[in-house]
């Protein structure tokens, strides 16, 4: 029965390291994933600075032809002032003179604001593009990364299918088949009894139960089921004998003090 148990407790080791690679293959997708993500998101704030960019462009250019219009316009109405003849038409002419240049001043304004924003642009853009030439050799790297862990996890995984179909033929197929069908339910199948209790599920031992570890059997938990078993190279080392304070080294007895009235 020491054999089996030793096959059963090999076992359970490969079945946990094998489940611990399947966990570990299913995150290194995530990492990739991620990276992308971060990819992603740094190109399209990058494409909206470039966006934002052309827009301040095509609006001083618009700010530049509505300037040159007013101007034209100015030009114009101070060619006529030669020509009036009446007060009214030079108070009129006056007026869109000053129109004209009160809007090119709010023009002219609006290009300044322009350029200051495009400054702040453009130095957000370099700094996005600088971030996406970064972002796209993280995840380069972190694919080569994902492409050398996936072939390390699969040698090994390789090495424990190996290892787990070698054990499984030396373990009673009875034995087994209860291993399997416990391992199912729970993710193990079999678990240590320390100090009267089950490692598996922490519940406690019957004394009669931890008895018959003890002494080499199998048996399952009343807990959880899985199959128990002790390991006496786990059993904690007996304490040394404590020496009697009452006694000295050379094996006398101390004598004590006379009570008073004895």
Same mark, same amino acid.
């Given at each position: 029965?020491?054999?089996?148990?030793?096959?059963?407790?090999?076992?359970?080791?490969?079945?946990?390291?094998?489940?611990?690679?399947?966990?570990?293959?299913?995150?290194?997708?995530?990492?990739?994933? =991620? &990276?992308?993500? %971060? +990819?992603?998101?740094? !190109?399209?704030?990058?494409? /909206?600075?470039?966006?934002?960019?052309? $827009? @301040?462009?095509?609006?001083?250019?618009?700010?530049?032809?509505?300037?040159?219009?007013?101007?034209?316009?100015?030009?114009?109405?101070?060619?006529?002032?030669?020509?009036?003849?009446?007060?009214?038409?030079?108070?009129?002419?006056?007026?869109?003179?000053?129109?004209?240049?009160?809007?090119?001043?709010?023009?002219?304004?609006?290009?300044?604001?322009?350029?200051?924003?495009?400054?702040?642009? =453009? &130095?957000?853009? %370099? +700094?996005?593009?600088? !971030?996406?030439?970064?972002? /796209?050799?993280?995840?380069?790297?972190? $694919? @080569?990364?994902?492409?050398?862990?996936?072939?390390?996890?699969?040698?090994?995984?390789?090495?424990?299918?190996?290892?787990?179909?070698?054990?499984?033929?030396?373990?009673?197929?009875?034995?087994?088949?209860?291993?399997?069908?416990?391992?199912?339910?729970?993710?193990?199948?079999?678990?240590?009894?320390?100090?009267?209790?089950?490692?598996?599920?922490?519940?406690?031992?019957?004394?009669?139960?931890?008895?018959?570890?003890?002494?080499?059997?199998?048996?399952?938990?009343?807990?959880?089921?899985?199959?128990?078993?002790?390991?006496?190279?786990?059993?904690?080392?007996?304490?040394?004998?404590?020496?009697?304070?009452?006694?000295?080294?050379?094996?006398?007895?101390?004598?004590?003090?006379?009570?008073?009235?004895?």
């Amino acid at each position: 029965m020491q054999e089996q148990i030793e096959h059963l407790v090999k076992l359970q080791a490969v079945e946990t390291e094998r489940g611990r690679l399947i966990q570990q293959t299913r995150t290194l997708p995530v990492l990739i994933a =991620e &990276a992308q993500s %971060a +990819l992603d998101a740094m !190109q399209k704030r990058s494409a /909206a600075a470039s966006d934002a960019l052309n $827009r @301040e462009d095509s609006l001083r250019t618009k700010l530049d032809r509505e300037v040159e219009q007013h101007r034209q316009k100015a030009a114009r109405f101070k060619s006529q002032q030669d020509s009036v003849t009446t007060t009214a038409q030079a108070a009129a002419i006056e007026h869109e003179l000053s129109f004209a240049s009160s809007e090119i001043e709010r023009l002219e304004n609006e290009e300044f604001a322009s350029l200051e924003r495009t400054e702040a642009q =453009e &130095a957000a853009l %370099a +700094l996005s593009r600088k !971030q996406v030439e970064e972002l /796209a050799g993280t995840l380069d790297k972190t $694919r @080569e990364y994902v492409a050398g862990e996936q072939k390390q996890i699969a040698e090994q995984q390789a090495v424990l299918v190996a290892e787990r179909e070698q054990l499984r033929k030396q373990i009673d197929p009875d034995l087994l088949s209860r291993f399997d069908r416990i391992a199912a339910q729970r993710g193990s199948g079999i678990a240590r009894a320390d100090n009267q209790q089950c490692m598996g599920c922490r519940m406690g031992v019957r004394p009669q139960v931890w008895n018959q570890l003890r002494e080499g059997q199998l048996l399952n938990c009343d807990s959880c089921g899985r199959l128990l078993y002790w390991d006496p190279a786990m059993a904690p080392a007996a304490k040394p004998a404590q020496p009697d304070p009452d006694v000295a080294d050379t094996g006398r007895a101390i004598r004590k003090p006379r009570q008073a009235g004895a």
